[in-house]
């Protein structure tokens, strides 16, 4: 989980990481996700990233493992507002600069929020194969790292995801 945390960049507090491994113990996606929804949290409030935090995002009755996932509709619908493509041309074969970055980033989402494969997401975006959606994460992964507007941007769009999944 530190390596992971690392790689994107964040600093986590004394037993920070002790204390999200403990919550979510089946899987990396969910550790990968829990990461991020601190990252977003602690950007929100302008704040570290410590203990106290991590308890107050999520709680100390149940894991996150627990709260209503996003479905891949939910994310579509949100990258096509933000991006304001249309949802045909976004599950399309259009390879434009204009449809193939909301794409990324809605495959990039899809990855980290639900618990789909790499071929099952690549079905729901047209057909396309298990690689492309690799590519299409690894590009919006890179992308944030180079880029802190679209780092923000990224950021924003997560925590919009999340908090219309927790009010649904």
């Avoid at 570290?48 to 107050?56: G, N, P, V, Y």
């Avoid at 399309?92 to 990324?104: C, F, Y």
């Avoid at 396309?128 to 941007?153: G, L, N, W, Y």
Wanted: hydrophobic share 40%; charged share 25%.
């Amino acid at each position: 989980m530190l390596t992971k945390a690392r790689l994107r960049g964040i600093e986590l507090g004394q037993g920070v990481a002790e204390y999200v491994a403990s919550r979510f113990e089946t899987n990396i996606r969910e550790l990968e996700g829990a990461i991020t929804q601190l990252q977003v949290f602690a950007s929100m409030e302008r704040a570290e990233i410590t203990l106290d935090l991590a308890r107050k995002v999520f709680g100390e009755e149940a894991p996150k493992a627990s709260k209503k996932q996003p479905s891949v509709d939910e994310i579509i619908q949100l990258v096509c507002g933000f991006y304001d493509v249309k949802r045909i041309d976004l599950l399309g074969k259009r390879r434009h600069q204009s449809i193939s970055l909301p794409r990324q980033v809605c495959m990039h989402l899809v990855r980290q929020h639900t618990r789909l494969s790499l071929e099952e997401i690549g079905a729901q975006f047209g057909g396309r194969d298990h690689s492309t959606v690799i590519h299409a994460v690894r590009s919006v992964d890179t992308k944030q790292k180079q880029d802190p507007s679209f780092a923000e941007t990224l950021s924003a769009l997560e925590a919009d995801l999340i908090k219309s999944t927790a009010t649904n």
